[in-house]
């Protein structure tokens, strides 16, 4: 009973104790940590935003990192072509990013989303690497293999990454808010049905093509405004490195290893993960061996965690209390409850 | 007076005419039966109805309006709510939520508000009371049994208020028990003014429960009365022998 009523308390004291830390990073951090944790709160963001799309509604898209891309050439592009300085005023062209992807989502969505499962999956990446084609090719807007120079502001470097850690911050709390949001909506819900059965969605009345270009829309979005503020913080942008499919299977491995439409379940996997990628960097170089790592983990979890950790943990609670609600183990009753059950209202690990 | 008239409708897979020139009404306030041998296109003229697969030909007509070419979403906020022929629940959401999925609201900023929940939450309570599966509330749907979700499906399609409801073979895979449950739970929301057209193999089942029966048989339909007539009906006879 006291655990229960203390619950709603410690949420809130939990979350806050979060922020604050999550604030405080730069202030007794070293400018390495920080700009490692620069790149781990772009993942939190990316992996809460691909959640949105990805998790509630079960479209696997591999093609993520086209939206990324594009947020990054989009801001770039402003910046170079409208001579804007370097400074705090490109942050302010981020949201300017995030609608136009959300345009070029909206208008990848309307074709990608009349089709299903591995269909989708292989059209997102059609859609990524023609993306990336096009900014290779359009030599004289993007620079093409050369690469796309952004002015570079003149901030210290034991300064430098501290705007950018919370540009992305600020990102990726805007994302865990959407996504917290959606999942406690009615909306929400209706992403959760066409995960479990499109068609019985649509039966009783869910507005199927609707609810899943909002989503994707609002996933691209908000990739493509992390994106954005990537672009400005690497300075210097090549097609290959910002539509590059390594960002696009990153986010979906965070979100698998974290826990598939769970809220908290991608901001997890991003930190777990994307901390271990950097620890890869640091002790063996820009080599590719965290691939390898990657891929074990990917692995690990389909063969014991195939729900994630989130999801895993809170069934392993569930059946505890479960156990221990129904005292010591006797004979199996038809009437005993199974561990799936969850408080009557929405479900929302 | 009629709810539901279908014209002429028709549709082809490929070589297989599945429904041919297939004419019926549902009057309101009825139970109507659609029965006939397997294969005859009772479930295709379902998916018809509810806008699942597209007509080739014909008519669909819901209050005086027709409906033909709209969605299944649209034609359900119509006022047509429809159950399938193995229960379909989301097996990843509580009991509850199936509920709570099929409610109804207009506009973005409703579908993001949290403030109707506990009145929607009370009204699907109640439902699921009604239906004697409100201790299952909090129950994932995947970890219900079979019956259970037959009532959970029937349940959930009324969140919406449907003036009609097409229902897919509801005796389909029931104990006798939970059989004459389900008759109860129909002919209760039918007195309450919701009309029924049901597909059902159960012969027994249709007869104690329609008020109107209409045989298909090859697409076609090839006698519709009360059940009494129908069932002494040679061409019936014939389409269920084989003769």
Redesign the interface.
């Known amino acids: 009973m006291n655990t229960v009523l203390r619950l709603p308390a410690l949420k809130p004291a939990g979350l806050g104790l979060a922020l604050a830390a999550a604030l405080a990073v730069p202030l007794i951090s070293d400018p390495g940590t920080a700009s490692m944790a620069v790149f781990i709160t772009m993942y939190v963001g990316l992996a809460t935003a691909w959640n949105i799309m990805g998790g509630y509604t079960g479209y696997i898209s591999l093609g993520h990192a086209a939206f990324f891309g594009f947020g990054a050439y989009t801001l770039g592009l402003f910046l170079v072509h409208l001579g804007i300085p370097a400074g705090y005023q490109p942050f302010l062209l981020v949201p300017v990013a995030g609608v136009l992807t959300a345009l070029l989502a909206a208008l990848i969505g309307w074709i990608a989303l009349r089709t299903r499962a591995a269909t989708f999956v292989i059209v997102t990446i059609a859609f990524m690497f023609m993306l990336q084609l096009l900014a290779e090719n359009l030599v004289n807007l993007t620079g093409g293999g050369a690469g796309l120079g952004l002015p570079v502001p003149s901030w210290g470097g034991d300064f430098f990454a501290i705007p950018f850690y919370y540009a992305m911050l600020a990102l990726a709390i805007l994302g865990v808010t959407v996504s917290w949001?959606?999942r406690?909506?009615?909306?929400g819900?209706?992403l959760?049905?066409i995960?479990?059965?499109e068609?019985?969605?649509?039966?009783?009345?869910?507005?199927?093509r609707a609810f899943k270009l909002a989503a994707f829309v609002i996933s691209a979005a908000l990739v493509g405004m992390i994106g954005g503020v990537y672009g400005y913080f690497i300075t210097y942008i090549y097609p290959q490195f910002v539509v590059d499919p390594l960002i696009g299977i990153s986010m979906v491995l965070m979100v698998f290893f974290g826990g598939l439409g769970t809220l908290s379940g991608p901001v997890l996997g991003a930190i777990v993960l994307e901390w271990s990628q950097l620890q890869f960097a640091y002790h063996f170089g820009a080599s590719r061996l965290y691939l390898i790592f990657y891929a074990a983990v990917f692995l690990l979890v389909i063969r014991f965690l195939p729900q994630g950790v989130v999801p895993s943990i809170a069934d392993l609670v569930a059946r505890r209390r479960h156990g221990r609600a129904a005292g010591p183990p006797g004979p199996a009753s038809d009437s005993a409850?199974?561990p799936?059950?969850?408080?009557?209202?929405?479900?929302s690990p | 007076m009629s709810l539901l008239e279908i014209a002429n409708l028709g549709k082809r897979f490929g070589g297989v005419v599945a429904v041919d020139n297939c004419s019926l009404s549902v009057a309101t306030g009825s139970i109507t039966g659609l029965i006939g041998p397997n294969g005859s296109g009772k479930t295709t003229v379902f998916n018809l109805v509810?806008g699942?697969i597209p007509r080739d030909r014909g008519d669909v007509v819901f209050k005086a309006q027709s409906i033909a070419g709209l969605?299944?979403?649209q034609i359900?906020?119509l006022g047509i709510?429809?159950t399938?022929q193995l229960a379909?629940?989301?097996?990843?959401?509580?009991t509850?939520?199936n509920m709570?999925?099929?409610?109804?609201?207009a506009g973005?900023r409703?579908?993001?508000?949290?403030r109707q929940?506990s009145h929607e939450?009370d009204r699907a309570?109640d439902m699921l009371e009604s239906m004697d599966i409100s201790q299952v509330?909090?129950?994932?749907?995947?970890?219900l049994s079979y019956g259970q979700r037959k009532l959970l499906e029937l349940a959930?399609?009324m969140m919406?208020r449907p003036e009609l409801v097409l229902l897919d073979e509801p005796a389909g895979g029931v104990n006798p028990v939970l059989l004459e449950r389900i008759a109860d739970h129909i002919r209760q929301l039918n007195a309450q003014g919701v009309t029924f057209l049901l597909v059902e193999h159960n012969m027994g089942f249709v007869m104690k429960l329609c008020d109107e029966v209409v045989v298909l048989h090859q697409g076609r339909v090839i006698a519709s009365g009360n059940p009494r007539d129908v069932r002494a009906n040679p061409a019936v006879l014939d389409a269920y022998l084989g003769a």
């Not at chain 1, 406690?184 to 909306?187: D, L, M, P, Q």
């Open positions: 949001v959606i406690r909506s009615k909306f819900l209706g959760l049905a995960r479990d059965d068609d019985k969605a649509l039966a009783v009345g869910v507005p199927t409850e199974p799936t059950r969850i408080r009557p209202g929405l479900a | 509810t699942f969605p299944p979403d359900y906020g709510g429809r399938f379909r629940i989301f097996p990843r959401l509580t509850l939520e709570l999925v099929p409610v109804r609201r973005w409703a579908l993001l508000s949290q929940w939450q309570m509330a909090g129950t994932l749907g995947g970890a959930a399609v919406a």
